[in-house]
């Protein structure tokens, strides 16, 4: 075997799932057919998810350093502003980072390949999947280069992170169903001046469209997204001082543009592939599931694609799993991708629908319901969570148990562990339970009970035991998280609960780690 995982394609998603197979020592090797990292900005909001994803990888503090923090998010409609929903507030106690980061894809890229490098892979560039023959122990994977030269690659496993036209997906004859958008969409990094609140997302909505202004790094640098005026669909010469008129007409008469330093523009597709995996070949990010752009969703849930697959794969190579665990990643990200495309989707309808009465619908009614419910701290908190991705959950894998059915409110199986602040220590500082967490391993969090006497559990290096010691600080904050005490909760790598219960069961745990996550002794 040459290889034990071939990374296919070197975005976002694939350099995520090499840095995370590398740290948790996998042998990987990650092709592109490009000759070098994408130039190109493409997406650019990074949600609190990817951040505290970021945090655990030690790159989030560059990505923060790189970024522009969008604290807020503002709605105008008819030249006045209807809403603003206060990013920060509705998530300081949710994540540490209770914003949405504006970072380009290509600093998202270079940070993750930087980091790459660091832990001592690097990019096969020039590299391009063209044929992949599945054996029952691996997989050939024909590779071609620009001077026409190919060769062939044995791997035991091959993930597809070739973007929406996967040649994994393809040559794994896995069908891509959906359909694209009938609109043209453009995309403009300008510097400009006008009505925008500056370092936070405005959204201008307009009878027949709308247009997204995002802050960019620096001063009155904005990337502006917006539907191709009709005069305009259609035509291949389309540029930005052809669609300035329709700009200035909804989103300001004193919009003013210095600079247009990128114009693209684009059509979308909504599709999701009807199966993630064939066999020894998995498919992650855009080339799984694609849908348009509505709250920046793409980028980052290509991320937690990666970020749910390595820990899963990295036992089954090292052979501390059984392959049985591997089912597990369609079975969680699919419910994800699809439930995904249907809420993007009915929002986008709703934001590009060209009839008069989505029109009025979109001015009058949208803005009002925006500005009523978002101005309700329930409603932005649930908002947050839905967009920051924290509110993800797996409630309903094989992997998640929740013993002794815990009380509605708290945590369970299959959630994204709460983020606390708690005394690890009886008469220790308060400390940031992300950062006491390590990814890498399991953690078994015990609360309002004594340690299990010593041997009863042999944790191995795979887990990490922590008793949550008595305390008015840590029975508070368990309080605001709704964690009962006495419980305990055993975290898989990726943060999420995968078994909780009340009193710890040692044959509880044996039992779950044996036969649901099918770890070998
Ligand atoms: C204009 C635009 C704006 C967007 N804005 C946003 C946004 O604001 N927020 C958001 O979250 N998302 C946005 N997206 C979507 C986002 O860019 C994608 O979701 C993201 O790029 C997916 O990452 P990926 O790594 O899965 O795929 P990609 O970024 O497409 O990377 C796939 C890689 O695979 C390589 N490859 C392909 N085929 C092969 C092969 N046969 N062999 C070897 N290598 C191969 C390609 O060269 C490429 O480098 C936008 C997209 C576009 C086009």
């Not at 504006?102 to 990019?123: A, F, P, W, Y």
């Not at 052979?319 to 597990?328: F, H, K, N, V």
Request: glycine share 10%; proline share 6%; charged share 20%.
């Amino acid at each position: 075997m040459d290889t034990d995982v071939l990374i296919v394609g070197a975005g976002p998603t694939g350099l995520m799932l090499a840095n995370q197979l590398v740290l948790r020592g996998v042998r990987a090797v990650i092709i592109d057919r490009h000759a070098g990292p994408s130039l190109q900005t493409r997406a650019l909001g990074v949600q609190a998810r990817t951040l505290e994803i970021y945090a655990q990888l030690g790159i989030v503090e560059r990505a923060l350093a790189l970024g522009k923090r969008g604290t807020g998010a503002n709605i105008w409609a008819q030249g006045r502003r209807m809403a603003r929903v206060p990013l920060g507030e509705a998530g300081q106690a949710v994540t540490p980072y209770p914003f949405i980061l504006i970072l380009g894809q290509d600093d998202n890229e270079r940070i993750m390949g930087d980091k790459l490098r660091e832990l001592g892979l690097s990019v096969q560039w020039n590299t391009e999947l063209v044929g992949l023959a599945q054996q029952p122990d691996g997989v050939t994977a024909t590779l071609k280069h620009p001077d026409g030269t190919s060769r062939n690659i044995r791997a035991g496993w091959v993930a597809g992170c070739d973007g929406a036209r996967s040649a994994v997906r393809e040559l794994s004859g896995i069908a891509f169903p959906g359909a694209p958008y009938e609109h043209v969409f453009f995309v403009a990094d300008v510097g400009a001046t006008g009505s925008m609140v500056a370092d936070e997302v405005n959204v201008y909505l307009w009878r027949k469209g709308f247009h997204l202004l995002f802050p960019m790094r620096g001063r009155d640098h904005w990337r502006i997204v917006g539907i191709l005026p009709p005069s305009l669909r259609g035509r291949d010469d389309a540029t930005f001082e052809a669609v300035i008129p329709s700009l200035r007409t909804e989103a300001g008469a004193g919009l003013s543009f210095q600079a247009c330093s990128w114009f693209s523009t684009y059509r979308i597709h909504h599709r999701a592939a009807a199966r993630f995996r064939d066999r020894r070949c998995f498919l992650l990010g855009d080339a799984a599931h694609i849908h348009s752009p509505v709250g920046a969703q793409g980028m980052n849930t290509g991320l937690q694609d990666a970020y749910n697959l390595a820990w899963k794969l990295a036992l089954v190579v090292q052979g501390r799993a059984a392959p049985a665990l591997l089912d597990s990643y369609e079975d969680e990200r699919i419910p994800i991708a699809r439930r995904l495309l249907n809420t993007t989707d009915r929002a986008f309808r709703l934001i590009v629908s060209d009839s008069r009465l989505a029109g009025l619908f979109r001015t009058k009614v949208i803005a009002r319901i925006a500005a009523f419910g978002l101005s309700r701290p329930r409603l932005q908190r649930l908002g947050f969570r839905g967009v920051s991705q924290t509110a993800i959950h797996y409630r309903k894998s094989p992997l998640s148990k929740s013993l002794d059915g815990p009380p509605a409110a708290a945590p369970r199986a299959g959630d994204r562990f709460p983020w606390l602040r708690l005394k690890f220590r009886p008469d220790g500082a308060i400390e940031d339970s992300f950062q006491q967490l390590d990814d890498t391993r399991f953690q078994l969090l015990l609360f309002g009970q004594l340690s299990p006497p010593a041997g009863a559990l042999d944790p191995g290096d795979l887990l990490r035991l922590h008793v949550i010691p008595a305390d008015p600080v840590n029975d508070a904050e368990l309080a605001r998280a709704q964690i009962p005490q006495p419980s305990f909760y055993l975290l898989r790598p990726d943060g999420h609960v995968g078994l909780c219960g009340a009193r710890l069961e040692i044959a509880a745990i044996e039992h779950y780690l044996s036969e649901r996550l099918h770890l070998r002794e």
